[in-house]
């Protein structure tokens, strides 16, 4: 069975096509980065108008690129929940529409989900993954730990009281007078930095938050503005520095919290995802956990990507049939926290 995938919640527009949930035979993806940047951040409004200028190049030119033409897809599989709402809305309706006039079923997926998933894909591992695994899913606008069970449940075991990981990066990138989106920006500048210039706190939890939570905000406060507070003695308070220190804080937190959920659960695979899952640091970390194995997608399968969409859509499918036509988009999804 060949699916076609959508993925538009946020800001990058991704079309995939994927035969048996698995082996991804095209995928294009148009990020709009280039167009919030001047807003350091993703503006609705604007993602939502450029989806819906970019829906129809970029599926052709997925379509094209697989060798299929549209009578050879036979599922069409779109993330409805959770995302801004009229960038999930272009999707949607996208995906209704083609789906209606080939005749083809189509079927609605959660985006979160579908990150968890995106190690199942071929391009992310060369044999399926065992269930169940550990998933840490970092992106700007989540922060969740949890334990796949199966292609659709996932057990959050904790996640940002909160900032999203990927926030607190682009906010201290903003403080730095880095590029949007700071992430990459931030640690490019860390490989110069010493990583012990400045001891940030790590995060102070509630009573109120469970043991696997993080908290990204006193970090992020530190950083901006109580940075003298911190400084080791005779280590410059340079931007590379501070750089450098915050990752580590930030990182070092989800790793830590991660190494406790493999602890206290007994399961020893732990797979990544999100635009965060892209950082060397947090790689490396994650890969030196003992006894672990750790399945680190390449970038573009950690980012929104089509394809993962297709990969979990295809189960879906198998398991409860196609989605009702009036399924509608959801903004929020209670299940997962997102900042
Ligand atoms: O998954 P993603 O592309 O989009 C969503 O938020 O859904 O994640 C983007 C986030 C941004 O906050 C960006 O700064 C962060 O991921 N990011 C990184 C790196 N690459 C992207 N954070 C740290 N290190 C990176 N190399
Ligand atoms: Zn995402």
Do not use: W
Request: proline share 5%.
């Amino acid at each position: 069975m060949r699916v076609l995938g959508v993925e538009t919640s946020c800001d990058e527009c991704s079309v995939a096509v994927v035969e048996e949930g698995r082996r991804i035979m095209s995928m294009e993806t148009l990020t709009q980065t280039a167009i919030h940047a001047r807003f350091s951040g993703v503006v609705p409004e604007v993602a939502s108008r450029a989806h819906a200028e970019m829906i129809l190049p970029v599926a052709s030119a997925a379509l094209e690129r697989s060798g299929c033409s549209l009578d050879d897809i036979d599922l069409v599989a779109v993330t409805n929940r959770p995302g801004l709402s009229g960038s999930l809305t272009v999707g949607l309706a996208f995906a209704k529409a083609l789906a209606l006039s080939r005749s083809i079923p189509f079927v609605a997926v959660d985006h979160i989900v579908a990150h968890a998933y995106a190690v199942q894909l071929d391009g992310a591992s060369p044999v399926p993954v065992g269930y169940p695994y550990i998933t840490l899913l970092v992106s700007g606008g989540h922060t969740v730990i949890a334990v796949s069970r199966d292609v659709e449940t996932l057990e959050v075991l904790g996640g940002t009281i909160d900032d999203a990981c990927g926030e607190a990066f682009d906010k201290v990138a903003s403080f730095l007078d880095l590029e949007y989106p700071g992430g990459p920006a931030i640690e490019r500048l860390a490989t110069g930095g010493d990583a012990e210039a400045f001891a940030f706190p790590t995060a102070r939890l509630g009573r109120r938050a469970r043991p696997y939570d993080v908290s990204f905000s006193g970090l992020k406060t530190a950083v901006i503005h109580q940075r003298e507070r911190f400084r080791r003695p005779g280590a410059a308070d340079s931007a590379a520095n501070v750089a450098a220190s915050f990752q580590k804080s930030a990182i070092d937190v989800l790793v830590d919290r991660v190494g406790a959920a493999v602890r206290s659960t007994g399961i020893t695979t732990v797979a990544a995802g999100g635009g965060v899952a892209a950082n060397g640091y947090l790689r490396e970390r994650l890969r030196s956990l003992p006894a672990v194995a750790s399945i680190l997608p390449p970038g573009e399968l950690c980012v929104d990507n089509g394809a993962m969409v297709a990969g979990l859509g295809y189960h879906m499918y198998m398991r409860n049939g196609p989605s009702s036509a009036d399924t509608g988009v959801r903004a929020r999804v209670p299940l997962f926290r997102s900042s």
